[in-house]
C-alpha cells in the first residue's frame, strides 16, 4: 500500500526524511513555504557527525557525495582570551572525518537531488482525525488531505499545535551575526586569526565565534545574555555607559534604543559591549557586513506528546534546543529513521504503529542531548569565562 505522505519543510530534517523515503521507492509530498530554494540566505555551517548526521545521509545513499564537498579541516577549533592570546589550538588529525563541515546551502543542494518540492506552499494549520486523513490548510486558501503529515517546519511550526501545546522560550542569550566574504584576500589578518575552522572568544556573559564557510566566507556571531527587549535601552539594559559608547565611536545618551535594521548602530553598539577587548578580535565586528538578531529560543527539554494518528514531529520542531552542533544532526538522523520505518510500514495500522515507536524513540535521545546543549550554554556564555574552555577540553580530542 503506497501511504499518501507530506513532510512540511524543506530543511535538513524534511528534505532527509523524503531522500531516504525516496530511496525506497515511496512517494512523499514535500511542501516549503520559501518561494524558491535561493529565496532566503542558506545560513551558516554544519558540522555532521559520524553517528548522526553522516549515518543519516548513509541511508539516503549520499555518504560519498557528502565526503567529497565537506571540508574536514573545518573541524578546526581555536580559543582566544579577550587579550588576543591564544589558549587552545585543537587541529584535526589527517584523515579525521570525526565531524566535517559544509555549508548549509551545499547541503541543502545535495539532499534535493532528484526530489520535487513544492516550493511557495505556506501551511496555515494541520487538522488530525478528518473522514479522510489527516487535513493541511495553505496560506493561499487551498487545502489537501494525507495519511501522515511530518512535521519539519522548524521553532515556530505550524505542526506542531496539532499534537502540543508547547511554544518555545527565550533562553536569556541573544545572537547577532555578521559576515565578512573573500576573507582571506580582503582580511587576512583576520583569516588567519580564525585559522581553518572556528575561533571563539568568552568574557563574563558573552563571546565572539567566527567559523569559516566555503569560499572565504566568515560568519560572526557575538553572542550575551540581555533581556529579551535589550535593544529599546542600551544603558538600562546592557550597562552601555557613555564613556564606553563614546570610546566605540557611539555616543549612547541617556537612555538609548537602538535599531535593529541600521547596520552602523547595530556594529557601535556590539563594539561598545565588546570594549575592552582586543583589537584584532573587535575588528571581526569592525569589518561586519549587515547585522542580523538572533535570540536564542528552546522548547521544554523533555517536550514530548500524546500520540495523535497521522502526524509527528521531526528536528527544531520537535525539540529546538540551544545551536551547540547537535540539532541539524538529530534531525537528520530523525528523518532517515522515521523514513525506514514508514517504508517498512505495509498498512495503515502498521504505519500509525511504526510512527508511534519512532516518537518514543525520538524522545529519549532528543531529551538527553537538549539537557547535555542546555548544560553547555550555560557555560559558554557565563559570569565565568573559564568554564567556557573548560567545556572545550572536555569535549575536544586530546
Do not use: C
Not at 531516504?20 to 514535500?30: A, E, K, Q, S
Not at 556594529?267 to 538572533?294: E, Q
Not at 515507536?357 to 559570569?383: C, D, H, Y
Amino acid at each position: 500500500m503506497r501511504h499518501r505522505i507530506a513532510v512540511i519543510g524543506g530543511g535538513p530534517a524534511g528534505l532527509t526524511f523524503a531522500r531516504v523515503l525516496h530511496r525506497h521507492g515511496h512517494p512523499v509530498t514535500i511542501l516549503e513555504r520559501d518561494s524558491t530554494p535561493d529565496a532566503r540566505p542558506p545560513g551558516g555551517v554544519l558540522d555532521l557527525h559520524e553517528r548522526m548526521g553522516q549515518l543519516a545521509l548513509g541511508k539516503a545513499g549520499l555518504l560519498a557525495e557528502f565526503q567529497a564537498l565537506s571540508r574536514p579541516e573545518g573541524q578546526a577549533m581555536r580559543i582566544l582570551d579577550v587579550d588576543g592570546t591564544v589558549l587552545r589550538d585543537w587541529r584535526p588529525r589527517p584523515g579525521d572525518r570525526a565531524n566535517p563541515e559544509i555549508d548549509r546551502g551545499q547541503l541543502r543542494g545535495l539532499l534535493l537531488g532528484p526530489l520535487d518540492v513544492q516550493w511557495g506552499r505556506g501551511v496555515t494549520e494541520v487538522v488530525p482525525r478528518t473522514g479522510d486523513g489527516v487535513l493541511v490548510r495553505f496560506a493561499d486558501g487551498r487545502q489537501e488531505t494525507f495519511d501522515l503529515v511530518v512535521g519539519a517546519d522548524g521553532a515556530w511550526s505550524r505542526v506542531r499545535p496539532a499534537v502540543s501545546s508547547a511554544t518555545p522560550h527565550y533562553t536569556g542569550i541573544t545572537l547577532v551575526e555578521t559576515s565578512l566574504d573573500d576573507v582571506d584576500t580582503r582580511h587576512p589578518d583576520l583569516a588567519r586569526l580564525i585559522g581553518d575552522g572556528s575561533m571563539a572568544v568568552y568574557g563574563v556573559n558573552r563571546g565572539l565565534v567566527a567559523q569559516r564557510n566555503s569560499g572565504g566566507h566568515v560568519k560572526v556571531y557575538a553572542q550575551f545574555r540581555a533581556p529579551l527587549d535589550w535593544h529599546t535601552s542600551l544603558d538600562r539594559h546592557m550597562g552601555l555607559n557613555r564613556r564606553a559608547g563614546m570610546n566605540a565611536g557611539m555616543d549612547t545618551g541617556l537612555d538609548t534604543g537602538l535599531d535593529l535594521a541600521d547596520a552602523e548602530a547595530m556594529r557601535s553598539s556590539l563594539l561598545a559591549l565588546f570594549d575592552g577587548w582586543a583589537a584584532p578580535v573587535l575588528n571581526l565586528l569592525r569589518h561586519g557586513t549587515a547585522f542580523v538578531h538572533r535570540p536564542l529560543y528552546v522548547l521544554p527539554v523533555s517536550h514530548t506528546w500524546a500520540h495523535v494518528a497521522g502526524v509527528t514531529l521531526l528536528g527544531d520542531a520537535a525539540h529546538l534546543m540551544p545551536p551547540l552542533g547537535v540539532g541539524a544532526n538529530l534531525a537528520m538522523l530523525e528523518g532517515a529513521e522515521l523514513a525506514e520505518s514508514v517504508a517498512a510500514a505495509p498498512g495503515p495500522a502498521d504505519l500509525d504503529e511504526a510512527v508511534r515507536a519512532f516518537e518514543e524513540q525520538m524522545w529519549a535521545r532528543a531529551g538527553g542531548w537538549a539537557k547535555i546543549t542546555m548544560a553547555g550554554l550555560e557555560r559558554l556564555v557565563s559570569p565565568d569565562p573559564t568554564e567556557a574552555l573548560a567545556l572545550f577540553d572536555e569535549v575536544q580530542p586530546s
